[in-house]
């Protein structure tokens, strides 16, 4: 039992102290991920301090409550001034330790988190731990001595590696790279480590600290920095935050300890006041904001999902029911013919074998999966399924019969989700006599791999069955946000109005190829019309055709995109659409062809090609977005900036380091926005380029839209 005395040296807070036997215990407790704030730094030096003065304690052990050890440094404190003790005092008081210190690690010790840990003498990681350096993907590095510490542990080759990617490691695989020196199978931190401590007492040796194990690593090869310089050059082109994490390891292996230290630490406050790091905190937060849905009330009952139905297997019914078996969720996947059946389970093999060459997955899991994937033609086989997901063809019509089917044949309770990506989902509700449980789920394509899910609200859908989709959206790894009910929802909305804007500027003059480029300049993995490929050119073209039908004004005449279309170009899948493709290649090559296409399409129009600038193409792609976003906040569509932003990120690769579109509007400056909206409502007119009121009220008050 601890002594009395030794439990009221530290005051009441995050931080506890406790004596077990000859072991000083720190204990952390900060709820939910005991984040490294200004509490936890101040608490850990008094609880190290009293350990250390503890004339009883022979050595001490660093361990958290809850799930997980240290997750890093608080996120929230960025940005902000840091009150002493920062992070690396923190660390520098444990390097100094005149003790032995024990690090017990569980759940994952991250950032910050496993600084600490590698200042301390010993690190022990229960088998189920995982450890990371994750600040590259905050736009930020190891600021409290890991660029220093782990290429001392593990060489800098490997350093660079963890680092770079910011991912974390297993236990198994820490203790192989040395970054851990024992992993224990216990259930609790504590015992792990007071047996660690205990084993290091009565052995005798106690390791020194790794700053005074090795001052500077001999032999690290200067070409190693070059050719990661070279490497991020071409992959990662517009951050930050990587280039200096290899300055950090590049000092660390060619200055002494304390040196390369201080060298750290002038990169991490360059790091702290890049625009990247703003950034990429927001994007990191926006992905956890958004699964809390305002006006709906905190506890609101979800339904237990145990099995689902996916009707339709095409592409998108395919890649749902892949997301449902990769989380454990067995998934009946009916379609209308067999050779449909067939087709849609020959693709999710492909898949997965796929991801078993390149060993993201075993084949017993592959197996497994597959098992769990049910398929059938009958619509019974649906009867007992928790909830169902429709993701058959593009048509109102179609769609209907579906629900009216479903509704007859599944059990009262169950949830009706269809997948589409432009219909109404109140009319499909409609088609059912239970449209409180009817939702819209909108997968992105691959459904299997992107992670974004549009959770679209109907009129009359119940809070339990929101509550239940956007809870069953975070268990198989998407990011679920709540929408409304208008023509293309939120995403498509926005896109829609890009696309709009994309196929103006080449009438004009610009070429798809320029306008990819300024897209691609800007940070997106692929320019629009790169993109519509990928999609399928056709996919757009059957759209406007119902849009043409509808009697839309945007969409009455045809335009060159169609015409390509309807020349049997429909992208990638036939290795031509507004770009050609070699193939087995997913390479765009510009095509003369099509320059003649959209000559032909500018004359019949009457129109004389003009120079477009980069800058003009940007300014039109990106603030008739931002205007559409606007008008979206406007109609409730979006309850919040961050919902947009975080769709925009997960579901067309916004650049996560400008944080969101919402939030690069604001840095950006609405009021240069609102002045160009207003300019080519002007100049082109149209109803994308009518301003958003709400921007204009932004502007006028002086408040970020973001907000
Ligand atoms: N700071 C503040 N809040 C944090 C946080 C952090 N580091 N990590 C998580 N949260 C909040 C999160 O916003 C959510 O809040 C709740 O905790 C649960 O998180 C000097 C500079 C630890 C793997 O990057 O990866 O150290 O929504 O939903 O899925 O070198 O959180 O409930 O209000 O994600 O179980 C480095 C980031 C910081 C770790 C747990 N550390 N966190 O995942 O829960 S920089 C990180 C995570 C640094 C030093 C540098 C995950 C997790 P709310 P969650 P989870």
Redesign the pocket.
Known sequence: MPSPAQTDAVPPGPVRYAREGRIGVITVDHP??N?IGHGVRSGLVTALETGLADGGADALLLVCAGR?FL??????EFGKPFPPPT?PDVVACFDAATKPVIAAIHG?A???GL?VALACHVRVALRSAKLGL??V??G?L???G?TQRLPRLIGPAKALDLMLAGDPVGAEEALALGLVDAVEDDASPLEAGLRAAGRLLDGGRVPQPVSARIDRIAGSDPALFAARRADLAKRQPHLFSPHRIVDAVEAAATLAFADGTARERDLFLACLESPQRAGLIHAF?AE?QVAKVPGLPPGTPTRDIRRVGVVGAGTMGSGIAMSFANSGIPAVLVDSTQEGLDRGLAAIRRNYESSVRKGRLSATQMEERMASIHPTLSYADLADADLVVEAAFESMEIKQTVFRRLDGICKPGAILATNTSTLDVDAIAAATGRPQDVLGMHFFSPANVMRLLEVVRGAKTSDSVLATAMALARRIGKVGVAVGVCDGFVGNRILHQRGLEAMALVEEGASPEQVDRVLTGFGFPLGHFSMTDLAGIDVGWRIREERRKAGDPEAQATDWLDILAERGRHGQKTLAGVYRYEPGSRSPIADPAVAAVIEEDRRRRGIMPRPVSNEEIRDRCLYVMVNEAAKILEEGIAARAVDIDAIWLHGYGFPSWRGGLLFWADREGLGRIAAAVQRYHRDIGGPRWSPSALLLQCVAEKRPIAC
Do not use: H
Not at 71 to 76: E, L, P
């Open positions: 939910p991920v984040a997980t997750a890093g440094a608080d996120i929230r992070l994952t991250l950032g910050g600084e994750p600040e993907k905050l930020l190891p600021g409290a890991g937060f956890r």
